[in-house]
């Protein structure tokens, strides 16, 4: 094995050494599949995918939990970085590993050189959803709150993830609603014609039909649903999924070169 990959076995649960070195014959050390030659991808030409030593699953078997993606979508004003900061919170309280990734945040940075054409969108969609496949495989919840009004945008990022680690909650809320909230007072800029291209007003948001997760700002009785209710359903939701519990030992099992 690498070097500094023998110096971090150590740290591995003893079960999963076992299966590891003893069970699978896995030897961690070099990579089991040979790629053929280099290609294009894109405009990237000459490029060829290098593999890691270590796997998700062990990764995921040291944290204790799966690699996913909870993906927020909705209107601005929807509740969607509320709730996300609120589950990561209780996330975190629990002992998961996490990452908020924002779509305000993100714009500070990775995605500041982009604007809010319909081209620039999606290919914010797009960065943001390889850099969430990124925390994922590295086992990490990765809680990820974009406007993503666009469905084949978020369908793309759902793609590249594996089956069942792309978990998509719709911020259900009506766009009354919203404006009444407006935090930045965009809505009213929007309203006024002093901004253009607004999702919602002159610009389209494309409602998720089969998002695994639909959350409203009102319960049944007309109450509305306080972030803490909205962050404990999620939990619930992965906690059926099993998304916050390790890999079986019959996945460990299959490790092997």
């Not at 740290?11 to 699978?24: D, F």
């Not at 589950?87 to 500041?112: C, P, Q, Y």
């Not at 002159?202 to 007309?222: F, I, K, M, Q, T």
Request: glycine fraction near 8%.
């Amino acid at each position: 094995a690498h070097p500094m990959l023998r110096a971090a076995l150590p740290l591995l649960p003893r079960a999963l050494l076992a299966n590891l070195q003893s069970s699978t014959g896995c030897c961690l050390g070099r990579t089991c599949q040979q790629m053929s030659t280099a290609y294009d991808v894109g405009l990237s030409t000459n490029i060829k995918w290098h593999e890691g030593a270590v796997p998700t699953v062990v990764k995921e078997s040291l944290l204790d939990q799966r690699g996913c993606v909870v993906w927020f979508t909705g209107l601005s004003g929807s509740g969607k970085s509320t709730v996300a900061a609120t589950l990561e919170h209780a996330l975190v309280g629990m002992g998961r590993a996490t990452a908020l990734l924002d779509g305000d945040n993100i714009r500070h940075g990775l995605n500041k050189n982009l604007g809010f054409t319909a081209q620039d969108r999606t290919e914010n969609i797009r960065r943001i959803g390889e850099v969430s496949k990124l925390f994922a495989d590295a086992g990490l919840v990765t809680l990820v709150s974009f406007i993503s009004p666009y469905k084949a945008d978020r369908e793309a990022v759902r793609a590249r993830l594996p089956p069942g680690r792309f978990v998509e909650v719709y911020m259900k809320v009506p766009i009354e609603i919203c404006e009444t909230r407006d935090p930045k007072g965009l809505y009213k800029k929007a309203r006024a014609g002093q901004l253009k291209g607004f999702t919602g007003i002159d610009d389209p948001y494309e409602e998720p039909l089969n998002a695994e997760c639909v959350l409203e700002a009102y319960d049944s009785s007309g109450n509305q649903r306080k972030p803490e209710d909205l962050a404990a359903e999620l939990i619930h939701f992965l906690g059926q999924k099993e998304l916050l519990e390790g890999p079986k030992q019959s996945e460990m099992a299959e490790l092997s070169c």
